[in-house]
């Protein structure tokens, strides 16, 4: 069974930085495409980054370009969405999602509070 668990969410002030995690199981997280995506409560989810399967190329939101980066660690089957440069309009609820079994997997999701 595919799950997803997203952490490392919390309060940083603007200016900051944080690491989110989002931890796979039931399949091989380098096998598949990974996004990150995040929520504004009330507002639609907001695409934010993809890491493809194998190659690992990585795209990035316009809003979040040159300040955030995605990773995996394949020994851990574990994605990492490093932010930096945080603004309060980063603050959100993140998600991980993937296809990887031709259905729709998202995580929990784990809440961005950028304030000061």
């Known amino acids: 069974e595919v799950q997803l668990m997203e952490s490392g969410g919390g309060l940083v002030q603007p200016g900051g930085s944080l690491t989110l995690s989002c931890s796979a199981s039931g399949f091989t997280l380098k096998d598949a495409e990974m996004k990150w995506f995040r929520q504004v409560p009330g507002k639609d989810y907001e695409w934010v980054s993809t890491?493809?399967?194998?190659?690992?190329?990585?795209y990035f939101a316009d809003a979040v370009k040159g300040r955030f980066t995605v990773s995996r660690d394949t020994a851990k089957n574990t994605l990492y969405l490093q932010m930096n440069s945080l603004k309060s309009e980063d603050s959100a609820v993140y998600y991980c999602f993937t296809d990887a079994d031709g259905r729709r997997h998202w995580g929990q999701g784990t809440l961005v509070t950028v304030s000061s």
């Open positions: 890491i493809t399967r194998s190659d690992g190329i990585t």
